[in-house]
């Protein structure tokens, strides 16, 4: 079962508990909340890592942990979740959120011209920053709700299966 191997994977509390640089969050790291492997824990987790991957900042992460916290979600999932996008990935992503948006809003994309410099970040951005950051809320909300709403449907179809396995070995008992 997942539940057991992200078990295995999760870090400990305890020795979280014990590291220098958590000191300052106090008890709000070690609530019991954060780190069980529940539906609801899980299906927040999940909204939570993939909303935060689609905002194009750095330390997606640390806004990820930050939510979690505050909505009582899995973190380790939540910060996890946010690695979806990386260097390989976040382009394609970004201009097919910046494409959604322009489609939306009318915005002509022929005249779209990427170069990774600083001047096109200070004058191209300038040009598109409202379809691109309609696309990236629209990318983000769809995610999150589809993550939410996924994690329920799979852990109910997870759970009906058990329990047909279950019905099922019992009525072959004597």
């Known amino acids: 079962m997942p539940r057991k191997l992200l078990r295995k994977l999760f870090p400990n509390p305890e020795r979280l508990k014990e590291h220098k640089h958590l000191q300052f969050l106090g008890d709000t790291l070690h609530l019991p909340c954060l780190w069980h492997?529940?539906?609801?824990?899980?299906a927040a987790a999940f909204a939570i890592g993939l909303f935060?991957?689609?905002?194009?900042?750095?330390?997606?992460?640390?806004?990820?942990?930050?939510?979690?916290?505050?909505?009582?979600?899995?973190?380790?999932?939540?910060?996890?979740?946010?690695?979806v996008t990386n260097p390989v990935t976040m382009p394609p992503m970004l201009y097919g959120a910046y494409l959604l948006g322009a489609a939306i809003v009318g915005h002509p994309t022929a005249g779209f011209n990427f170069t990774p410099s600083l001047d096109w970040l200070m004058h191209g951005l300038i040009l598109i920053w409202k379809p691109f950051l309609l696309g990236i809320f629209l990318m983000a909300v769809f995610s999150s709700v589809a993550g939410y709403y996924g994690v329920h449907l799979l852990w109910r179809l997870h759970l009906l299966k058990r329990i047909k396995v279950r019905r099922a070995r019992k009525s072959r008992r004597p």
């Open 52 to 83: 935060c991957m689609w905002i194009p900042v750095p330390f997606q992460s640390v806004i990820a942990a930050l939510l979690a916290v505050f909505f009582r979600a899995n973190l380790p999932l939540a910060v996890v979740l946010v690695f």
């Open 37 to 42: 492997l529940n539906r609801h824990n899980v």
